[in-house]
């Protein structure tokens, strides 16, 4: 009850322009009405100073006297101001301010949406662009092999070495590795006595802090072997038997040398589906003096 403020009435924004607006509008109206008493004593005076007084009555101006000029003069302000207040007022006045603003936001907007429109376009454009760049590295994306050498019965290693020794197809491994990728599983690669020259080794383990000699990639997995190997052309995976595996669903071609015998082992090549894989290509080497056992190359390519 007491100590309490009355609240004070808020006046809308732009309920508060609008009385002000009117305000000024009544002071213009206010000065025209002045101006206008004013003119009217001020022609009177004139009139009086000149006819009655005799102010200046030999003074003329192409033959009239001079207070005519005057008058005439006061008279042409005079509807200068009028002119403002009821004419001027009109066409720029607020709502002339707001009809201008109007059309200079539409204008704007108008061309917001040509700019969106040519964005889009671009956009598109650069989307095109974008499939047609992906569509090309995917035509020159790394194409992963298969190279391995495996008995009739699939058998490629026991204790975590070769079962024969083949002169010819150690050239061969050679010959189509050297200087690429080569992926294998950590077995595979502490068979090396060191890392083989010319090509980059990746070496997949799960083994933590595995220590490799420099040059060596050591991942988790064969996708990251895989990525690792993304900037060589035609990485090749060597082994061993559970890394086949893994890869024969995901490569894109097969080199095999096929042993033709049958040997005990502890490590095998999982099957050929040739629903899946077609012979493109089929060497057949003899026994020599430096092969103990006949062989074959052959090439299997993805239908």
Same mark, same amino acid.
Do not use: C
């Given at each position: 009850m007491f100590g309490k403020k009355k609240p004070t009435p808020q006046i809308d924004k732009d309920q508060l322009e609008l009385i002000e607006n009117a305000q000024k509008r009544i002071k213009q109206k206010k000065r025209l009405y002045v101006h206008f008493v004013v003119f009217l004593i001020g022609a009177i005076f004139l009139i009086v100073a000149n006819t009655v007084l005799g102010i200046g009555e030999n003074v003329t101006f192409f033959g009239k006297e001079w207070f005519l000029y005057a008058i005439l003069l006061w008279l042409f302000f005079f509807l200068y101001h009028l002119f403002n207040v009821f004419i001027t007022?009109? =066409?720029?006045?607020?709502?002339?301010?707001? &009809?201008?603003? *109007?059309?200079?936001?539409? /204008? &704007?907007? &108008?061309?917001?949406? +040509?700019?969106?429109?040519?964005? #889009?376009? +671009? +956009?598109?454009?650069i989307a095109k662009s974008e499939v047609y760049n992906e569509s090309k590295n995917e035509t020159k994306k790394s194409k992963l092999t298969i190279?391995?050498?495996?008995? *009739? @019965? %699939?058998? $490629?290693?026991?204790? %975590?070495?070769? $079962?024969w020794h083949l002169s010819d197809d150690l050239k061969r491994?050679? @010959?189509?590795?050297? *200087? !690429?990728? $080569?992926?294998?599983?950590?077995?595979?690669? *502490?068979?090396?006595? /060191?890392?083989?020259?010319?090509?980059? !080794?990746?070496?997949?383990?799960? &083994?933590?802090?595995?220590?490799?000699?420099?040059? #060596?990639?050591? #991942? @988790?997995?064969? +996708?990251?072997?895989i990525d690792a190997s993304k900037n060589d052309s035609q990485p090749f995976i060597i082994g061993g038997g559970e890394i086949y595996k893994q890869a024969l669903t995901i490569v894109d071609k097969i080199e095999l040398t096929r042993v033709h015998e049958s040997f005990e082992a502890d490590t095998f090549f999982p099957s050929i589906d040739t629903s899946i894989w077609k012979e493109t290509a089929n060497t057949f080497h003899a026994k020599d003096d430096n092969h103990a056992f006949e =062989?074959? =190359?052959i090439t299997y390519q993805k239908k």
């Open positions: 007022h009109k =066409f720029m006045g607020k709502a002339w301010e707001k &009809q201008q603003l *109007e059309k200079l936001v539409s /204008k &704007q907007k &108008q061309r917001i949406e +040509e700019l969106k429109s040519s964005f #889009v376009k +671009e +956009e598109k454009i190279i391995v050498a495996a008995a *009739e @019965n %699939n058998a $490629i290693g026991k204790g %975590n070495q070769l $079962i491994f050679k @010959n189509l590795t050297n *200087e !690429h990728h $080569i992926i294998m599983g950590r077995k595979t690669f *502490e068979s090396f006595p /060191k890392p083989l020259p010319n090509r980059t !080794h990746v070496v997949i383990t799960r &083994q933590a802090n595995y220590k490799v000699p420099d040059g #060596v990639i050591v #991942v @988790n997995s064969l +996708e990251d072997a =062989f074959s =190359f």
